[in-house]
């Protein structure tokens, strides 16, 4: 039977070769924002290795946005350009390319996680380093390590969405084919729909309709200058420790899908030091239940990620409904290559069809070749 992992998946008029997604991960190597070869030869290794999407790390809209000083940006035109190798280079490699676009909010401006994720007070090198001011919702710090932000009045969260917006018309210039608003992880987003981090008063805090308000707006910024043949995704926390819960998730997704979302990306947890999807020591597939439910409670495609490691366990995911797509991530830093090795592993008839031929002739040739066993070699001794 064919495998389902290794189905196409058509979105829009974006035609995936399979179900396999590099989720997306910070590598934090950016300068002032800006990509560099790093960031080239990793995603580019990834669409070789047979991924069907690869996404990049969660790029910001907003310099006041980042994470780190060591983000990628798109707050400006100046990064698109380099952007267009990288873009080109997964295309040629078979894939197609994806990016996330994130506002960290008051959770922004810490150091690299080998350098201990610390809160900074600036950061010189980034666009208005030096002044870089924390906003959120609320003025409510994400924890007692952190700066208070400051409440965003009206005017900014219009422009935040419009950045949004912004970045989107520039990921589409640069070449992406898939966007996906970062919507978990205690970031913006996340801020907003969390009744702990939003205690506004206005039509964006209270009740769920008003704290779902901005992430429908963001959607539809996107939409406005984003192809309509292209998909948009946006990933969710599905649960978090502030009690959002899977039928708060299951109401937003129906939301997002009538904004122009076309999948959901579950992942879970952010909104308190020590528990992003990430760092936690949870078990295989921990956050597919979410996935489900998700698809079946809104009628959106849906994207599973965290502690996906097995060829067999990705396959069962996909031909048993719980999810539309895979996403790994750091089994995908363990092997790049992973989606060769699991076609194989799967019987898939193919398993080397798409990948760049410098690799595919050669593998073909091995696989097909008599082994010899290790016994009857002639060790001279
Ligand atoms: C180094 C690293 C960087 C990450 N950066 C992001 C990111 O930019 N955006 C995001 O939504 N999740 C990010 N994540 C979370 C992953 O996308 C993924 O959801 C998580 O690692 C669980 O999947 P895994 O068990 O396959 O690694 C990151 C995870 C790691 C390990």
Redesign the pocket.
Known sequence: MPAALFSPLGIREITLRNRIVV?????YCAEGGHVNDFHLAHLAQFAAGGAGLV?M??TKIDPAGCSTPRDTGLWKDDFIEPLKRITALIKRNGAVPAI?L?HSGRKARRSV?WEGRVPMADAPGVDHGETWELIGPSAVAHDSKYAVPREMAREDIRKAAEAWGEAARRANDAGFDVVEI?G??GYLIHQFLSAVANRRTDEYGGSLENRMRFAAEVAREIRKRWPEGKPLFF?ASAVDETGWTIEDSIALAKVLKANGVDVI?C?AGGMSDGA???EMAPAYGY?VPYAREIRAGAGIMTMA?????HSDHAEEIVSGGSADLV???????HNPHWPIDAAQKLGVEAPFAGIPNAYAYFLEKRSKSKLIKPSTFQTGM
Not at 327 to 333: F, P
């Open positions: 989720s997306p991960m910070l590598t996404f790390e969660s996330q994130g996680p970062h978990a992880h990933r990306d992942s992003t999807a990430s956050q990620v965290g502690m996906i490691v996403a790994l991530g750091r089994e995908m830093l």
